[in-house]
């Protein structure tokens, strides 16, 4: 069952001139996602899927604490790191797209349903 849903996009260019201060990697990025991105249309995609799981979330969340990593055949994949996120009984998909000036992502939550066996 979905229980929240965002999206975000954001200007390639704007990402790249944001990327001259070193500092701004840091903040944003976790050191996997820093060792994956090679460039600013990467780093523009994280920046558009973390906005759009901060407001699918709903939790008073730091770029830091939400990971956008591909899986093995390359579907982003989130990682939270709050003890306010439940794993058990949450889940997060993202979709990211970009095209030449622009990344999007649009984030879903959905409430794990347990089945009770009677």
């Avoid at 050191?31 to 973390?50: F, I, L, M, P, S």
């Avoid at 901060?54 to 604490?65: M, S, T």
């Avoid at 990971?67 to 949450?90: A, C, H, N, Y």
């Amino acid at each position: 069952m979905i229980i929240g849903l965002g999206i975000d996009i954001v200007e390639v260019e704007r990402i790249k001139r944001a990327m001259e201060n070193p500092r701004f990697l840091e903040r944003i990025l976790t050191t996997a996602e820093r060792e994956y991105c090679r460039n600013a249309t990467q780093v523009a995609g994280r920046w558009a899927a973390k906005e759009a799981v901060y407001k699918a979330v709903g939790l008073p969340l730091q770029f830091q604490h939400i990971e956008v990593l591909p899986d093995e055949v390359g579907v982003p994949f989130v990682r939270i790191q709050s003890p306010d996120f439940d794993l058990k009984r949450l889940r997060l998909k993202v979709s990211i797209s970009h095209e030449r000036k622009h990344a999007v992502a649009v984030a879903t939550l959905e409430r794990v349903v347990l089945h009770s066996p009677f």
